[in-house]
């Protein structure tokens, strides 16, 4: 497989992961708040989410380091199916918990095992091979498929209602797990069932070692973590809350699909732009750590701005702003973690930083919606908000010896 044909396929896949959530994503708070469940209750429930990927997250790492990518890959794409089909029909607090602890599984399986994939598949072919190129496409290529299953989501409420839609997601969940079992490919031997004694406890054991020693030895690694838990529970309190002020800002129901469908449709091509911006050529001249820091600085005070406007379309430009700050800010995420590591552990490490994120997650879920009912919405940004610039703040110094990137194989 040539390097092209390979960046296709990452691509692809990056894309169909995300299409299934975009469908439903104009819509995951205000679902369960028609069907009568309170913000609280809401927020509960996705705190449930954030919990059970912090439980899973690395264990899944360490099954895709042990048993293969493509079978943890395989695994993860069934229980996101599974999870939009109760969606579709949850009507109480328990169904919706149901739900999303299988997505939060899913979630867990499909994070680490994909990229891992991706950049040993890419060092088998070329050790020397830069990894800008293909991570910033595959955020770029997640954001339009996310923008597109948005818009498709909203039209689909239009005419519809939030049953079918969740059901169109579950059947292009089934696509991404067709699309798994047609491209990848494990690029060392997984363990087979009858190494499932003393040899498999024994590459568990050297797998979490050389994760545990990598993030020990590499402050770039501490660093992008530390990173990771502000940057989660800063948007977490933005995709809980966003939902319900756009409503109230619309003076609306909740029956506006088009306008829900099109800001989250917009917001994804903002992360889109955002990832597209601080592409290789983009950033000849300058480091990773600046453009970094400085697209969670512009993520920071465009959260902290979002409690500011009293109109919808202020609002929505506001809330692109974010995206924009987070589509720059994540690719590079990844490059600062996956050029630190090597490819021994590299799921489990990518694993850890999807828990640090899912820890801010949890913590946002719980804070947020109560802080919002007892002052507002702009107060829980806020303080989000100042989360994420004192932990840039805290952060940027120590990234300074990542001014050009480590080349690890």
């Known amino acids: 497989m040539s390097r092209e044909r390979l960046n296709r396929h990452f691509i692809l896949l990056r894309a169909l992961r995300w299409l299934p959530l975009g469908l439903v994503l104009p819509f995951l708070t205000i679902t369960p708040v028609d069907r009568g469940l309170s913000l609280a209750q809401v927020g509960a429930a996705f705190a449930v989410h954030s919990a059970v990927a912090i439980v899973l ?6 099954l895709a380091d042990t048993l293969g990518r493509r079978r943890v890959l395989l695994a993860g794409a069934a229980l996101t199916a599974v999870s939009l089909a109760v969606f579709a029909f949850a009507d109480a607090l328990v169904a919706f918990i149901a739900s999303l602890t299988a997505l939060a599984a899913g979630r867990a399986l499909i994070s680490g095992a994909l990229e891992a994939w991706y950049v040993d598949s890419l060092r088998a072919l070329d050790p020397a091979a830069p990894l800008a190129a293909g991570l910033s496409r595959g955020t770029a290529a997640e954001a339009v498929a996310l923008a ?12 519809s209602d939030y049953a079918v839609t969740a059901l169109a997601a579950s059947l292009a969940a089934l696509a991404y797990l067709a699309a798994v079992a047609a491209v990848v490919r494990d690029t060392h031997a997984p363990a087979h069932e009858h190494d499932a004694g003393a040899r498999m406890r024994a590459r568990v054991r050297s797998v979490v070692a050389t994760a545990r020693a990598e993030a020990t030895a590499s402050v770039t690694v501490r660093m992008v973590l530390v ?4 940057f989660g529970m800063s948007l977490t309190a933005v995709e809980l809350l966003w939902q319900p002020r756009l409503g109230e800002l619309l003076a609306t129901d909740g029956s506006h699909g088009v306008a829900f469908g099109a800001l989250a449709a917009g917001s994804m091509l903002a992360v889109a732009i955002g990832a597209a911006a601080v592409g290789p050529r983009a950033r000849r001249r300058v480091s990773i750590r600046t453009v970094y820091v400085a697209s969670l600085l512009v993520t920071a005070v465009s959260i902290a701005a979002l409690g500011v406007p009293d109109g919808a379309a202020l609002f929505a430009v506001v809330y692109l702003l974010v995206y924009l700050g987070a589509g720059a800010a994540e690719p590079l995420h990844s490059e600062l973690l996956n050029e630190a590591v090597g490819s021994e552990a590299r799921a489990t490490l990518i694993s850890a930083d999807a828990l640090a994120a899912q820890g801010g997650a949890l913590v946002a879920n719980l804070g ?21 610039a004192l932990t840039v703040a805290f952060v940027a110094p120590k990234l300074g010896g990542s001014w050009r990137p480590e080349t690890r194989t």
């Open 148 to 159: 597109l299953g948005a818009l498709a989501g909203g039209a689909i409420v239009t005419v």
């Open 57 to 62: 997250e690395v264990p899944s790492g360490v």
């Open 227 to 230: 990173a990771a838990v502000a």
């Open 368 to 388: 947020s919606g109560l802080l919002a009912s007892a002052a507002s919405p702009g107060t829980a940004w806020a303080v989000a908000a100042a989360v994420l």
